[in-house]
């Protein structure tokens, strides 16, 4: 996954003059606190992602989430209760909602189920550092500008190692969702191979991730799929974690072509759609959309890519506008999902369709049809079955005269 570079020093310094992070800062300390960035936006800072890809911004305080409301309340800012029984709290800028910061209070873990944990509240942050779940998640940024690292997150991001805080298995019975977690920062951040412990504390608890709810599970893997055949999905279907979420297990070999051909067009992340179509056997589809609770609309869209096209083939020929016509998406849906339709069906057989198809099919736009239902009636022919057969046989006909018959055209073949 490509993404902006920033100088790291200069990262940390926007980070700590975020004015909305200022003003938080500056009213937990008068509260008589301190609050610190952590998480994604040092971790990725220090990585030297640019800023217009940052996260959502995280912080943690000393303060207890009550008092802390309380005290930024007080000082103009819009706060609302997002997670509270776990310490966690949300500061909006008034000006903007959609600028915020999620504060939570340190905390340490006193008893977890593998979903959910019951809190107390500390002061300390080793401990709260020590409940994080991976190194490189676990880095604190002062209102100084100073990191404080008590994991060696620094050390293991620099080298590209993604590791669990202290034992695996420990951090993986906390949450099972930090399995899929786990892939999906080695595929952002690793430059080495996961070791032995992880992967086997990883194929031990993978079943686990049936008490995990389908939307968050989708939600990881909406973040992981698009990457391709990364270095993270790679580990997911060795482990086989893959075949936890679908019987048969993802097609590690269809999705390797599917990943060459983003490469080939420059398209840094795939459409998720096509990443589920071409991962997953179209017969375990429905399986699986039932069991993350995909929305709809994404539904539609996979089910419409994992359908087989009549003539692949087609679409690489003289004639491939004639087969893109029967290929092509329903009314209302993205025209684009056809190229990814083609580019499935062929990854599947072990074929990479080629730049200049892909573009073609990419930028088409389907020609509409010049006659109507209303036409039809207009000129005599009763509604009914008959009237839709009609309609069907002059648009077969328009299709093979290359889309040339005019409306004018079509309405004499009806005599």
């Not at 979420?245 to 067009?265: C, E, H, I, R, Y």
């Amino acid at each position: 996954m490509q993404h902006g570079h920033a100088d790291k020093k200069d990262a940390l310094h926007l980070i700590v003059n975020n004015p909305l992070g200022q003003h938080v800062l500056e009213v937990i300390k008068t509260a008589g606190g301190e609050a610190r960035f952590v998480g994604g936006i040092v971790r990725d800072a220090l990585a030297g992602i640019a800023p217009q890809d940052w996260p959502d911004i995280d912080m943690a305080m000393t303060l207890t989430p009550d008092v802390a409301m309380q005290a930024l309340k007080k000082n103009g800012l819009k706060v609302l209760p997002t997670g509270i029984d776990h310490g966690t709290i949300t500061v909006f800028d008034k000006k903007d909602h959609r600028q915020k910061i999620e504060l939570t209070t340190l905390r340490a873990d006193q008893d977890t189920d593998g979903r959910h944990a019951e809190v107390i509240f500390t002061e300390d942050w080793a401990g709260d550092a020590a409940r994080r779940d991976f190194t490189i998640n676990a880095i604190y940024l002062d209102a100084n500008g100073m990191i404080f690292d008590p994991c060696h997150g620094c050390d293991d991001l620099a080298h590209g190692i993604l590791r669990f805080i202290g034992n695996a298995e420990d951090r993986i019975e906390e949450d099972y969702l930090r399995i899929l977690r786990f892939f999906r920062f080695h595929a952002r951040f690793a430059k080495t191979e996961p070791d032995q412990e992880t992967m086997a504390a990883i194929a031990k608890f993978a079943p686990k991730l049936d008490q995990i709810s389908g939307e968050r599970q989708a939600m990881e893997l909406a973040r992981l799929l698009p990457m391709g055949l990364s270095s993270g999905l790679s580990a997911m279907i060795a482990t086989g974690v893959d075949r936890v979420l679908t019987p048969s297990g993802f097609n590690k070999d269809a999705m390797a072509v599917l990943s060459k051909l983003a490469q080939s067009v420059s398209i840094a992340m795939l459409p998720l759609a096509a990443c589920y179509a071409v991962l997953v056997d179209r017969d375990e589809l429905p399986f699986l959309l039932e069991r993350l609770r995909l929305s709809q609309k994404l539904q539609r869209q996979i089910t419409y890519m994992a359908e087989p096209i009549k003539d692949a083939a087609g679409l690489a020929s003289d004639a491939w506008q004639t087969h893109a016509w029967g290929a092509k998406p329903h009314d209302g849906a993205d025209r684009t999902d056809l190229v990814w339709r083609y580019a499935t069906a062929q990854a599947k057989v072990g074929q990479m369709i080629t730049h200049d198809h892909f573009y073609r099919l990419l930028e088409w736009q389907a020609p509409q049809l010049p006659i109507k239902g209303q036409d039809l009636l207009d000129h005599g022919v009763s509604q009914g079955p008959s009237l839709g057969a009609q309609l069907k046989t002059l648009e077969d006909a328009w299709v093979d005269s290359g889309f040339s018959l005019t409306r004018d055209d079509l309405l004499a073949r009806l005599g």
